[in-house]
């Protein structure tokens, strides 16, 4: 028998089992919400366990990399996957929902972030992206009842597959360039910067950011986002932005890195345009999850300022750039998690909030909650003491380090833009007051304490970023 | 921990009790906070006992120093010279006033009310003692969340609107001005945001300009310099008291401190290039503000109007950049918190009282409400700068100062010492003399112990500050005189360079022909 070291693909092993488990209980044993629900989180937090007090730098024959970086994906994945599991527990009973199938869906997703993570060879990085997405295809289109339901999962599976298709030939491309799979391989073959391998890596970044939603690849997120039941989009907005994120901050830093002035330019300007789409587009929204649909795709335009700082002659300045990156993004996901977990918590007149008007006076009638939502807001805008104020600053920094101020300004004036649209939902909170006889109910359980936790996080690491900010540090600097 | 962080952290503190402890009652919360402010008042009055050494010397004082985030350089740096002394003490004078001022006026959501003056209260505290430029951006942009809260939820008419566009418009200034301090922090190569370490390496000429011209932007809103400033009649009158009273009497002096602290320090060759068209716009500002305070029809707007006029004279006086202009700007920075905290005080009595503020709905008011008739007099000729109150020092001061710089400016800006004559005596004339035309001001009561406690103070300052200006000055001086002294330095250092190129380039020339 080969002797094959199995521990760094431990936590995806242990999350499939759980999805199995999940599935199987709910088909053949009648197991219902709770018990997938339980389920679903157990196996979730084993992975987080054995990520955290088993750590591995196994690569599994080269196909994967373990180690400081895949860790800290893999955690922020996990914790964010836990929350999304308790935030759609609260719902998915009004949603017609069939739990386990939900969830052992949830769970199938989660190994492909997690794959995502720690994929150090094109192909296994390609198979990670599709088990996330196929099954992040059949979630959107949950229940199957919904017409709008089923628009949100075709569109998304068509666009995924068309960009799925982009991706797989910038890695052919790559491969012909270099005549690898392997990412560290691939950077020698393509240092030199060949037609092919320009054009490989041209392809296999409109991939990406047809993924991240960066315009103007972004059309189908705003229909998906709604389309879906919340509970998926809260998910899918949050996880899929981390692990595709780091997927390809460890492309560009193995494989891509020496190439960066030749691609830089261009993806500072998708940058650039993505953050001027995003927020001019959620200035027009009223729908409250189309509103988050384009305040996300601006928050991806930040993200790929992040990419773009790694065009840095300083290996240094590199590591810099993508540490600011993955901080943004682990935190950028838990906040828009609580963001999201706020539509799951309020029950307006018996339904969820859709409209940004809907909001109005809930801050006389749950103050709570309007407080931490208000927190929330703050942080995705960008204003201090929150963490996503410290987050830009520092992607903003790298940007600049990188010569690259005039991205880093347009970067901060759409902050201001989106302060604008972030703001109105305050303005409807705490300054009108809701109709003559409306009633807002919120969720009982833990949905109040997964939002409490996230706007908590939200102000403590943005009061003291630098725990967290050493461990992105660390994890950046594995790669270089 | 130093005594600036306990000025800081309390009212923050004390903003935390409000929120948690949920049964105190609105009378209790009121008088919580008003205890707690002013406590502080009395624990800032602690800074006067350096005043000696603020007189001697223009080093930081009261400097405490913590690790934030040292890879990044940055610190929790504060300390304080004689320019941010008196400006602190202003805040903290200024906010036990206000919550004074709208005890009765406020009647709902007492509670939040309080919590937003005291966050408040600590995030302008901290702009005035931040060492460090990221520190100093935090607590500038706190500053704008409980503001812009207090217009939005307790301000009058058009409240929503005008919070926002406050909002965005001070937050789009000072978007690019991080963008300059992050270009700053590269090309300092300091690896460092204290201002001490970036302040040591000269930055390049011709990005000294875009960089200045980026703060410069953050602080000319905040001032708000003529044309920036029409966020600033909106906020104003749509404002509660409380609030007009803190944004006209402190968080507008962070536009002109800004250029004196930053923005002319770190980029002196810029700002000398762009001097000129600082005063310019001044000057502007001052005639324009007098103009259209002149024809203002409601009594709260006529005072915004009057601040972009009197800001005006702070920014001439920055402009012109001699000693004198500049410590008059800085005394007047003071003396505008003080006459038009009082002017917004009175106006929001007025409001109380008759849920008006139309000078047309006023007249005769002295034969009703003589008391609040003198007081109103009193402060008016205070705001008008009358030799023997303290506006007249700040203002003669700046003009004396600038003659040198530009005579021209003076006298177009002379224009707008005439006109606050006018705009303000005949407001008073409008609402205080004749006979009372209109019968719902016939039982209007006059001032109570509360108003006065109140109006007192203020009252008593800008007498003393205008007798005893020899009190407060020596201190103002010492920072000044070093700013002037070293942006003059580099600006000489940069004309002896750009004039040496030539002289060196002729020579082989002469010799080819």
Known sequence: ?480 | MGLLSILILTPLAGALILAVSRGMSDETVKRFSLALTLVLFGVSLALLTELPGFESSADYRFTEELKWLPDWGIGYRLGIDGLSLWLIILSTLLTPISLLGSWTSIDSRVREFNIFILILESAMIGVFCALDLFLFYVFWEAMLIPMYFLIGIFGHGRRIYAAVKFFLYTMAGSALMLVAFLVLYRETGAQSFALEDLMKTPIDPSLQMWLFLAFALAFAIKVPMFPFHTWLPDAHVEAPTAGSVILAGVMLKMGGYGFLRLAIPLFPVAADQAAWGIAFLGAIGIVYGALVSLVQPDMKKLVAYSSVSHLGFVMLGIAAFSPMSVVGASYQMLNHGISTGALFLMVGMLYERRHTRLIAEFGGLRNVMPRFAAVFLLVCLSSIAVPGFNGFIGEFLILVGAFSFSPGLVMVSTLGVILSAAYILWMVQRVMYGEVTNPKNANLPDLNPREWATLLPLVFLSLFMGVFSSWFTPSIEKPVLKIIRDARVQVTVHQMRTRALPRVATPPAEESR
């Open chain 1, 1 to 480: 028998m080969m002797d094959i070291d199995l521990l760094p693909v431990l936590p995806s092993i242990i999350v499939s089992l759980a999805g199995i488990v999940v599935l199987l209980a709910g088909a053949f044993a009648g197991a219902g919400l709770a018990a997938c629900r339980n389920l679903g989180s157990a196996g979730l937090l084993g992975a987080l366990l054995v990520i955290m007090f088993a750590p591995s730098d196994g690569n599994l024959g080269g196909a994967i990399m373990a180690g400081v970086y895949s860790a800290f994906v893999q955690v922020s994945i996990l914790v964010v996957a836990i929350m999304a599991v308790w935030l759609a527990a609260a719902r998915l009973d009004d949603d017609e929902v069939n739990p386990h199938e939900f969830f052992a869906l949830m769970l199938f997703s989660v190994v492909g972030m997690l794959g995502l993570a720690t994929a150090a060879e094109a192909i296994s990085l390609f198979v990670a992206l599709e088990i996330m997405s196929v099954a992040l295809y059949a979630m959107c289109a949950m229940p199957r009842t919904g017409p709008e339901r089923q628009e949100a999962g075709i569109k998304y599976f068509i666009t995924g597959a068309f960009s799925s298709a982009f991706l797989l030939f910038g890695i052919a491309l790559l491969y012909g360039a270099s005549g690898s799979t392997t990412l560290a391989v691939m950077a020698r073959g393509v240092s030199e910067g060949s037609l092919l391998a320009l054009m490989g890596a041209a392809f296999f970044f409109v991939g990406f950011l047809f993924k991240v939603g960066a315009a103007p690849f972004h059309m189908w997120s705003p229909d998906v986002y709604q389309g879906a039941i919340t509970s998926v989009t809260a998910f899918m907005a949050a996880g899929v932005k981390i692990a595709a994120f780091a997927a390809l901050g460890r492309v560009v830093a193995i494989a891509l890195g020496d190439l960066s002035g030749s691609w830089a330019p261009a993806v500072a300007l998708v940058a650039a345009f993505t953050m001027v789409v995003g927020n001019l587009g959620a200035l027009a929204q009223t729908d409250l999850k189309r509103l988050l649909a384009y305040s996300s795709v601006a928050h991806a335009g930040y993200m790929i300022a992040g990419i773009v700082g790694m065009d840095n002659v300083s290996v240094t300045a590199r590591a810099q750039s993508l540490e600011a990156l993955l901080f943004y993004v682990a935190t950028y996901a838990i906040t828009n998690l609580g963001a999201f977990g706020i539509l799951i918590a309020i029950r307006r007149n018996g339904a969820e909030p859709r409209v940004t008007t809907d909001l109005r006076g809930l801050a006389s009638r749950n103050p709570i909650l309007a407080a931490m939502l208000t927190l929330l807001l703050i942080s995705l805008t960008g204003i201090p003491v929150s963490v996503g104020f410290v987050g830009k600053f520092h992607l903003f920094k790298a940007a600049v380090a990188a010569d690259y101020s005039g991205l880093a300004a347009v970067g901060v004036l759409m902050s201001v833009v989106s302060a604008y649209y972030y703001l109105r939902l305050v303005v409807l909170m705490y300054m009108e007051d809701a109709e003559e006889g409306t009633e807002f109910r919120t969720e009982p359980g833990f949905v109040p304490s997964i939002i409490a936790f996230a706007a908590a996080l939200t102000f403590g690491l943005g009061l003291f970023p630098a725990p967290l900010l050493a461990l992105a540090r660390a994890a950046a600097a594995s790669l270089f």
